[in-house]
């Protein structure tokens, strides 16, 4: 058995992996870098995986060593050679911290190049630990002032999370988390660099915003009356987020203004919103074949889309967030910041850069209010109880956000509703297909979320 077959059996019971669960029939190690020999040794590699026709790089940091410690046995990737054991090395702060170390020091290591942001200082013997949670890359903290995120899937050119963040820091936005440094590579046949890893400002008193909602819709369901068809209302309850939401709003809509500022805009071409309602349409269509679930709403979907395509006037674009929700967003005690600005990461870079319509943001989040009010009912036998007063909560804090997002500034929601409404219903049909691949017990919440709209 090769080493690429013991990676081949390990990389699809890792969280972060696309193929959670599937079998890896072709697997070829593309680029493998030693960062530190010894025991324990480090290894960078970058794997291509051919599934299903489609082929994917991911980047995998290897430690080696004779005896592993106890610590690092949730680790193990397998077998090294004789008397060896390989393990995923972002458990291991012995070599985590050569990273760190690589970004404070500019160092370059074959292929691989670790660069620090002009003025950052960086503590390169902090002790490393991984953070929980996390499903599509790997972070790191390192004490409470860094957090380094481990890209998994890589894509060539320039990556759209270390470009806005530069960009909003240096615009000196108070709703980022500024960058200390990255690291990137150059595989043989690319012409652009791939980023590896960003190194960042970590804000270790901040809540994410998604946990934020889950803590004041739980106060809210808890709440003395609650039995009683309902009767305490969301303003009334001690957990009410309408305050939050406005103030998110804004800060949404100051991200927006500042990244139109730094990348600027565009009119959106005649047509323009046809050809997304036929996207929209055609996403639809395989959805409903992938999960029949959808398709007793597919019709009424289809109508709001071709509403969609009668609208007609200028529409201006520019660069957005991309894949906004609660759980992008964390509370800090001097507001709100935003972070990962990559989008969705399976998709290519180009799209992912792609200017968009600043309401695909505010869609997102207001699907995302939604979906928090929705799982905190799952599996609770009062769920019919409490439905009237979730629904309460979702009006009360999507209200609160498009208010704040238009005082400062943000194309009006309520001025634009047809396209908004397309863009949440296309946003949620979305969610409908990952659901339904990833989270099946989940799936009721897009569906219930489409039913209750249409």
């Given at each position: 058995m090769t080493f690429a077959d013991t990676l081949a059996a390990w990389l699809p019971a890792q969280r972060w992996y696309a193929g959670v669960g599937?079998?890896?029939?072709?697997?070829?190690?593309?680029?493998?870098?030693?960062?530190?020999?010894?025991?324990?040794?480090?290894?960078?590699?970058?794997?291509?995986?051919?599934?299903?026709?489609?082929?994917?790089?991911?980047?995998?940091?290897?430690?080696?060593?004779?005896?592993?410690?106890?610590?690092?046995?949730?680790?193990?990737?397998?077998?090294?050679?004789?008397?060896?054991?390989?393990?995923?090395?972002?458990?291991?702060?012995?070599?985590?911290?050569?990273?760190?170390?690589?970004?404070?020091?500019?160092?370059?290591?074959?292929?691989?190049?670790?660069?620090?942001?002009?003025?950052?200082?960086?503590?390169?013997?902090?002790?490393?630990?991984?953070?929980?949670?996390?499903?599509?890359?790997?972070?790191?903290?390192?004490?409470?002032?860094?957090?380094?995120?481990?890209?998994?899937?890589?894509?060539?050119g320039q990556h759209p999370d270390l470009e806005m963040n530069r960009a909003l820091a240096r615009r000196g936005s108070a709703h980022v988390a500024e960058p200390y440094g990255w690291i990137e590579t150059t595989i043989d046949g690319d012409r652009d660099p791939t980023l590896l890893a960003i190194l960042s400002r970590y804000l270790p008193a901040a809540s994410d915003g998604w946990s934020l909602a889950v803590t004041s819709l739980r106060d809210l369901y808890s709440g003395d009356g609650v039995s009683e068809a309902g009767s305490i209302r969301p303003e009334q309850a001690g957990g009410d987020f309408a305050g939050e939401a406005f103030r998110l709003g804004v800060a949404t809509a100051e991200v927006h203004a500042d990244l139109a500022a730094e990348f600027g805009t565009a009119d959106n071409p005649p047509g323009a919103l046809r050809d997304l309602a036929g996207q929209m349409t055609t996403k639809l269509e395989w959805v409903c074949v992938e999960v029949p679930q959808l398709r007793p709403y597919a019709d009424k979907l289809r109508g709001y889309y071709a509403d969609l395509a009668e609208m007609t006037g200028p529409l201006t674009v520019q660069r957005v967030h991309g894949d906004y929700h609660l759980g992008q967003v964390l509370r800090t005690p001097t507001g709100w910041v935003v972070l990962d600005f990559e989008g969705e990461p399976v998709m290519p870079l180009a799209q992912r850069r792609a200017p968009s319509v600043p309401l695909r943001d505010v869609a997102g989040m207001l699907r995302s209010f939604d979906y928090a009010a929705r799982h905190q009912l799952l599996d609770r036998p009062d769920a019919a109880a409490l439905r009237d007063i979730s629904g309460e909560w979702v009006e009360r804090s999507q209200a609160a956000f498009c208010k704040g997002y238009a005082e400062a500034g943000g194309m009006d929601p309520q001025a634009n509703a047809p396209l908004l409404r397309a863009l949440m219903l296309d946003k949620a049909v979305y969610e409908v297909v990952y659901e339904a691949r990833h989270r099946p017990a989940w799936l009721s919440i897009p569906l219930g979320s489409i039913a209750e709209a249409l």
């Open positions: 599937t079998t890896i029939r072709d697997l070829t190690v593309t680029a493998d870098t030693a960062l530190v020999a010894g025991d324990p040794e480090l290894r960078h590699l970058v794997v291509t995986v051919s599934q299903n026709g489609e082929a994917a790089r991911i980047q995998v940091l290897v430690g080696i060593r004779a005896q592993l410690p106890d610590s690092l046995q949730h680790a193990v990737i397998g077998p090294a050679g004789p008397g060896a054991t390989a393990y995923d090395a972002l458990h291991d702060p012995a070599l985590t911290r050569i990273l760190l170390r690589g970004i404070s020091e500019q160092v370059t290591v074959g292929p691989l190049r670790f660069v620090k942001e002009p003025g950052a200082v960086i503590d390169s013997r902090l002790d490393s630990l991984v953070m929980t949670g996390e499903q599509s890359n790997t972070s790191l903290t390192f004490g409470d002032v860094a957090i380094l995120k481990v890209l998994r899937r890589l894509f060539p």
